[in-house]
């Protein structure tokens, strides 16, 4: 199983961005089961929990993303998505997409920049 990150850039701050996580050789029912987050990792920071599906299921956010992102999954494409709306100059950062199955297996991404300009 591979974890491929896509979708991350230079924005400017209020503009949006989406990230895709693809789990690659990933069965359909590990994916539908597995808990699929997103943290990121700014210079000199530790690396943080942004947004959470539980199981697949329950959406649970950091107070920073509240209301500004939007994680979704797609099972037939075995993706899971970021929307990430008025972007601020302070997420920047590498983010990351984490997959734990049912089975306890524990994936991550590559990471994929996302750098927000004033």
């Known amino acids: 199983v591979q974890l491929v990150e896509s979708g991350g850039g230079l924005v400017q701050a209020g503009g949006s961005l989406r990230l895709s996580c693809r789990a690659s050789?990933?069965?359909?029912?590990?994916?539908?089961?597995?808990?699929m987050e997103w943290h990121r990792q700014a210079p000199g920071k530790k690396r943080e929990l942004v947004a959470g599906l539980i199981r697949g299921a329950d959406a649970n956010y950091a107070d920073s993303a509240k209301g500004r992102f939007t994680i979704s999954k797609d099972n037939t494409r075995r993706t899971v998505y970021l929307q990430m709306n008025n972007l601020k100059p302070e997420d920047t950062a590498v983010y990351y997409c984490h997959h734990l199955t049912p089975m306890a297996n524990d994936y991550w991404g590559q990471g994929t920049q996302v750098t927000v300009s004033s």
């Open positions: 050789g990933m069965i359909l029912s590990e994916f539908s089961g597995s808990t």
